[in-house]
């Protein structure tokens, strides 16, 4: 039965505003292709159960330490955090449970025993019925508003079956159903989608694919070729671009992604949002014990991005800065 169908989910957020039209509720399923440096959700990039560590949370009791089967959790004397200035430097020490995420399997027995939540596992097995059972507690605000489910990432179209089965639920009953995509998926996968998905939110980094492999780690020729067969199928389409500083961010990098926009044969997108770099992320790639290569970047100026903005105008694109 198509309720049983499960996949994995890594949060489920509430009265969102910004991932399409009314007030909806935002599905992250885990798991992506991609690997753009600049990702503000780095827990959405691996399709398993992750642990995830607040060292803010954590008031070094070692509870983690004693019952870790891998032993992949030791307590290391280091600067005390509330010791003198912010930084621990003003004297004093202090035990703490470093992770070894590398030997991690993620099994939860430290969560189980942490008394502060300072670890926590990222991702949850789901089946079809429960993701539905949470869509429908907020069914009074789609219908006063128009608003819906919208199925985000990581990429949820790495997870096709589930995916799937989702939005045929949900248009069985009479939900509106947004799809937030990178594009980077089988073609036969996105066709599969089509009949199902009211509104497609279409990442498009670059149409530079020498510059889309270094940075994105996958072709931009898929996620074209992908946009073109929606553009050919009639679908709605709002098409996103993430500003990216040294990346994508000058007048030409958008030139060149309006004339893709403009030439599709079919059914052009109906509008483009420009969003802006940010660095909200930063903290979760030290909580998965990874390293933030993009901290040195700081977010454009709202002057670049009207600036940016202004090339879509010019191309007959209704055009906005954010979600």
Request: proline share 6%; glycine share 8%.
């Amino acid at each position: 039965m198509t309720s049983t169908v499960q996949g994995i989910v890594f949060d489920i957020r509430r009265y969102s505003v910004h991932d399409g039209p009314g007030i909806r509720t935002a599905v992250f399923l885990k798991g992506c292709p991609a690997r753009c440096a600049w990702c503000h959700n780095p827990e959405s990039q691996r399709s398993d159960v992750e642990l995830m560590h607040w060292p803010q949370r954590c008031v070094a009791c070692g509870a983690c330490v004693a019952v870790c089967p891998r032993k992949a959790v030791s307590m290391v004397i280091g600067p005390a955090q509330d010791a003198g200035d912010a930084d621990g430097q003003g004297g004093g020490t202090q035990a703490r449970p470093v992770i070894q995420f590398d030997m991690c399997d993620a099994c939860g027995t430290c969560v189980e025993v942490c008394p502060r939540q300072a670890v926590t596992l990222v991702g949850r097995w789901m089946s079809v019925a429960d993701v539905m059972d949470e869509l429908e507690r907020d069914r009074p605000f789609y219908d006063q508003s128009g608003g819906g489910v919208t199925f985000s990432g990581g990429e949820p179209l790495a997870q096709p079956d589930f995916l799937l089965a989702l939005l045929k639920e949900c248009k069985r009953v009479d939900l509106h159903t947004c799809v937030d995509t990178s594009g980077i998926a089988p073609p036969e996968v996105v066709q599969a989608m089509i009949p199902w998905v009211d509104l497609w939110l279409y990442d498009i980094k670059s149409v530079d694919d020498a510059a889309h492999c270094e940075h994105v780690g996958v072709s931009s020729r898929i996620v074209l070729a992908n946009l073109s067969k929606l553009a050919s199928a009639s679908a709605n389409v709002a098409a996103r671009v993430p500003v990216i500083p040294s990346f994508n961010d000058t007048e030409d990098d958008m030139e060149a992604i309006a004339r893709v926009l403009a030439e599709l044969e079919g059914k052009r997108p109906l509008r483009v949002h420009l969003l802006p770099y940010h660095v909200l992320g930063e903290q979760k790639y030290e909580r998965l014990g990874r390293g933030y290569e993009m901290r040195l970047l700081r977010a454009p100026s709202q002057e670049l991005m009207e600036r940016l903005a202004r090339v879509f105008v010019r191309e007959g694109f209704q055009t906005r800065i954010g979600g």
